[in-house]
């Protein structure tokens, strides 16, 4: 257990909350948590939710993360992304707890040619990506002790995300197309939630911004060719699928993507310690560990 109190994972049910669940279970963490029964859009209700506890961290996986909805929906984005995540800096203050936050390199326009390093300006081309910027910033005007960790093309064995995306398009399709003008680093979900639990079992003041992501810079459709070859290696594909690079303009979507938004962790292990490995070798990973969930009895 943390050396300070009680740890509250929030958002338990997404892709990362599972897995950072998972971790602290690993770890021997003490924890409990919440999902969308506490809405982190109404402050008294987190406080409500928290009374009586002795709460040391709080790790905010909550998050509005439809990208193309969000162009319609930017008062729901705002919503979570925005106001949720200034309500929980509010509260982490109040109970002088140590707070930790997932932003993303949408914040980023993409026009940089070298990863972005964190004091680099953001200029968000979406609304979610705005949406994410100003909930950092409302942050780190209401609580100082804070961890931001900007992530980029989250994956992991749970919900959904690119990896479960393509791996169904592969069984349903002849040819599947994707975009090969659009570069960034994945993170894989089940390395990042280690390295929170290590961060959280230090007790580290070292609070901040931080980015983090998988070594590596690839385009969307060198991923994609890289999850057949290992779906075809373990059996999960029949037959090699006619994969085709398209350019962005041949794939219209509601919100801007920016060109290039890979994320440089220098400072996250330089100051954290944390563990960053390629791309490749996470994604040999995933597949095991998505083959050992799959063959668990039911």
């Known amino acids: 257990m943390s050396k300070r109190g009680e740890i509250w994972l929030i958002g338990e049910r997404g892709m990362l909350g599972r897995q950072i669940a998972g971790a602290l279970h690993q770890g021997g963490l003490d924890f409990f948590a919440s999902d969308r029964e506490v809405d982190i859009g109404d402050l008294s209700a987190l406080q409500a939710f928290s009374e009586n506890k002795k709460i040391s961290w709080i790790i905010n996986c909550a998050a509005y993360t439809a990208v193309d909805l969000a162009e319609s929906e930017s008062e729901a984005a705002f919503l ?12 982490a203050s109040g109970l002088d707890a140590r707070l930790v936050h997932f932003s993303t390199d949408y914040v980023f326009d993409g026009n940089l040619r070298r990863p972005y390093r964190e004091d680099d300006l953001p200029r968000p081309l979406s609304q979610y990506g705005l949406s994410k910027w100003q909930g950092e910033k409302r942050l780190a005007a209401h609580c ?16 959904a995300n690119f990896v479960h995306t393509v791996l169904r398009l592969f069984r349903e399709n002849d040819q599947v197309r994707v975009v090969d003008d659009q570069f960034g680093s994945p993170t894989y979900a089940r390395v990042l939630a280690r390295n929170i639990v290590r961060l959280i079992a230090s007790d580290s003041p070292r609070f901040g911004l931080y980015h983090y992501c998988d070594h590596g810079v690839i385009s969307w459709h060198e991923f994609a060719a890289a999850i057949m070859e290992r779906a075809l290696r373990c059996g999960w594909l029949e037959k090699k699928i006619a994969l085709t690079a ?53």
């Open 246 to 298: 398209i350019p962005s303009v041949a794939y219209p979507t509601r919100a801007f993507r920016p060109a290039y938004t890979a994320l440089d962790s220098a400072k996250a292990v330089r100051e954290l310690g944390f563990e960053v490995r390629d791309w490749s070798c996470n994604l040999d990973d995933f597949f095991a560990e998505k083959m050992r969930l799959e063959s668990k009895p039911k």
């Open 144 to 159: 100082r002790s804070a961890f931001i960790f900007r992530i980029s093309w989250l994956y992991g064995v749970f919900g």
């Open 80 to 91: 979570l992304n925005a106001l949720g995540t200034e309500n929980l800096a509010r509260l």
